[in-house]
């Protein structure tokens, strides 16, 4: 015997499904721990920057009013607060073996700390150097190997090139018009970074010509707040307005993609990864920005479009995503962090003690007795096992249950199907079995053979579900041949004519808001291509 089936309605819209893409799954597994008040629950002070280690354990730095705070990376509780600046701080940066830390401050010094002091009399500064004229708003350190160099630019316009170890400026590098408040160190070389500013442009510099000024400059179009170097050193993202720019370096600076996906400022970008298990693929590179207007986005630019994004209820300044891709920090305007971590998957923490230790992974499984063709769970097993992250699960076909009209229809019954259906005062079931037997050409035949008593059910669904615009299309064209065959048993029928006087109405109605609706299409469509051409 063939398998049944239930039947569907066809002419059902398909409405938006609430199901998260498995993109958004995964940034949603960033469960927000606590909101984090840097200083005091009464702190008002914006955390202007966020920087983890690229050192396990991955501790993260932020800045806050006059504060460098430390959150030790297993913890994230704070730790040490460093206060010594004479003014604000900002930009705080590790260095590439996380052993130093710097950061600027509004009146133009750039401070190196330990990053990890063991006491509080090392909270002072390790180097304090002195150049800029006015605000240290960008300070960072080279990324692969330089541990005596690092870059800053200041609100002065001149972007400079430390030697740590002497305390002093190697280059003073000017192309800059205004403001110097971002930057970025390349992935694939220690001489070359990159630098933005509120003049609009976008500066390369590479320090083995510095005499020659900037290699590449870049036109945002509005004052640069952060920029950032692509892990593959070819393309660099710049934010500004309410824009987010790719831009191909290598390809002699043409610009990607201009992504305006938020609605005011774009405050702060930083480079995340989507991890997915193993393969080739495990591992793909999104851009985090967050702005202004609350809102966290997670761009891919490998197809040029947001994949995810999320809503906090504060403006945004500042985010940063660990290299372990664990933890998911953003910092607001007003002092609060929301820090969210990945939960880590079973037998993660045993296995990194056990390379700690230096005896491979520690695993506790319990001993189980071996079965044997002998016992009777031997023929049972493996019913109750878990599947492991790479096996396919097989899932039992669930048993189809069938409706009262379905079983009708497997019967040839297709007066008594449409009856049940209209019985059952469910649209959808009705139309899909009006559709079924439309398919079947046994509808008018149906229509023909109802009595009195049916013939009104049929006739108050229509007057009910005729004007409603998903099913409009089937019917409106039902009614009008309901009409033409049943003229005699409606013209007889006190409850028919009622029937027909109220769908003559509510069709009449139903052209009243129609013609509104063009008459309005009419008004702003001019409008529209006006503002299109502009």
């Known amino acids: 015997?063939?398998?049944?089936?239930?039947?569907?309605?066809?002419?059902?819209?398909?409405?938006?499904?609430?199901?998260?893409?498995?993109?958004?799954?995964?940034?949603?597994?960033?469960?927000?721990?606590?909101?984090?008040?840097?200083?005091?629950?009464?702190?008002?002070?914006?955390?202007?920057?966020?920087?983890?280690?690229?050192?396990?354990?991955?501790?993260?730095?932020?800045?806050?009013?006059?504060?460098?705070?430390?959150?030790?990376?297993?913890?994230?509780?704070?730790?040490?607060?460093?206060?010594?600046?004479?003014?604000?701080?900002?930009?705080?940066?590790?260095?590439?073996?996380?052993?130093?830390?710097?950061?600027?401050?509004?009146?133009?010094?750039?401070?190196?700390?330990?990053?990890?002091?063991?006491?509080?009399?090392?909270?002072?500064?390790?180097?304090?150097?002195?150049?800029?004229?006015?605000?240290?708003?960008?300070?960072?350190?080279?990324?692969?190997?330089?541990?005596?160099?690092?870059?800053?630019?200041?609100?002065?316009?001149?972007?400079?090139?430390?030697?740590?170890?002497?305390?002093?400026?190697?280059?003073?590098?000017?192309?800059?018009?205004?403001?110097?408040?971002?930057?970025?160190?390349?992935?694939?070389?220690?001489?070359?970074?990159?630098?933005?500013?509120?003049?609009?442009?976008?500066?390369?510099?590479?320090?083995?010509?510095?005499?020659?000024?900037?290699?590449?400059?870049?036109?945002?179009?509005?004052?640069?707040?952060?920029?950032?170097?692509?892990?593959?050193?070819?393309?660099?993202?710049?934010?500004?307005?309410?824009?987010?720019?790719?831009?191909?370096?290598?390809?002699?600076?043409?610009?990607l993609y201009s992504m305006e996906s938020h609605n005011k400022t774009v405050t702060a970008l930083c480079m995340g990864k989507v991890v997915r298990g193993n393969g080739d693929d495990a591992e793909q590179n999104r851009i985090l920005s967050v702005s202004l207007d609350g809102y966290m986005k997670v761009f891919d630019y490998s197809k040029f479009k947001i994949t995810h994004s999320m809503k906090f209820p504060e403006p945004l300044m500042s985010v940063a995503f660990s290299p372990d891709c664990s933890t998911r920090v953003i910092g607001t305007a007003k002092g609060t962090m929301y820090i969210g971590r990945r939960k880590a998957k079973v037998g993660t923490e045993k296995n990194s003690l056990g390379d700690q230790f230096g005896f491979g992974a520690v695993v506790d499984e319990p001993q189980r007795k071996v079965l044997r063709p002998s016992h009777f769970r031997y023929f049972h097993r493996g019913q109750n096992q878990k599947p492991l992250e790479g096996d396919y699960l097989i899932k039992r076909q669930k048993k189809v249950k069938l409706a009262v009209y379905d079983k009708l229809l497997n019967k040839f019954r297709h007066k008594e199907a449409l009856v049940a259906a209209l019985n059952g005062k469910n649209p959808s079931n009705v139309v899909a079995v009006m559709e079924e037997l439309v398919a079947r050409k046994k509808l008018l035949k149906c229509v023909s053979n109802l009595d009195g008593v049916e013939l009104g059910l049929l006739m108050g669904f229509l007057q009910k579900c005729s004007t409603m615009p998903r099913y409009a299309g089937l019917l409106t064209k039902l009614a009008k041949k309901v009409v033409e065959m049943r003229a005699d048993d409606i013209r007889s029928s006190v409850e028919q004519r009622n029937h027909i006087r109220n769908l003559k109405r509510d069709v009449e109605e139903e052209l009243r808001v129609q013609q509104s609706l063009l008459e309005v299409q009419g008004i702003i469509s001019p409008m529209l291509r006006i503002a299109g051409k502009r």
């Open 1 to 255: 015997m063939a398998e049944s089936f239930p039947v569907k309605p066809k002419l059902k819209p398909t409405a938006s499904k609430n199901t998260l893409s498995p993109e958004s799954k995964y940034w949603k597994s960033f469960k927000v721990l606590k909101e984090i008040d840097a200083v005091s629950k009464s702190s008002v002070f914006a955390i202007t920057s966020l920087s983890f280690s690229p050192v396990a354990p991955h501790d993260l730095a932020a800045t806050q009013c006059t504060n460098v705070i430390r959150f030790p990376g297993k913890t994230l509780i704070p730790k040490s607060k460093i206060a010594s600046f004479p003014d604000t701080s900002a930009s705080a940066s590790f260095r590439c073996d996380g052993q130093l830390l710097a950061a600027g401050d509004l009146r133009g010094g750039v401070h190196v700390f330990e990053a990890k002091p063991t006491s509080l009399s090392k909270l002072k500064d390790l180097r304090r150097l002195k150049g800029h004229a006015a605000a240290a708003r960008l300070v960072r350190y080279p990324r692969a190997s330089d541990k005596f160099h690092l870059f800053s630019g200041g609100d002065d316009s001149v972007v400079k090139y430390w030697d740590i170890a002497e305390e002093k400026c190697l280059f003073s590098l000017f192309g800059h018009k205004d403001y110097v408040r971002c930057g970025d160190a390349s992935p694939v070389s220690d001489e070359m970074f990159v630098s933005g500013s509120y003049d609009h442009k976008i500066k390369l510099w590479d320090v083995r010509v510095s005499s020659v000024g900037s290699v590449m400059e870049l036109n945002h179009e509005k004052p640069v707040e952060s920029v950032i170097y692509l892990p593959s050193g070819g393309l660099i993202a710049t934010a500004g307005g309410n824009f987010v720019k790719i831009w191909d370096v290598i390809g002699g600076g043409r610009l």
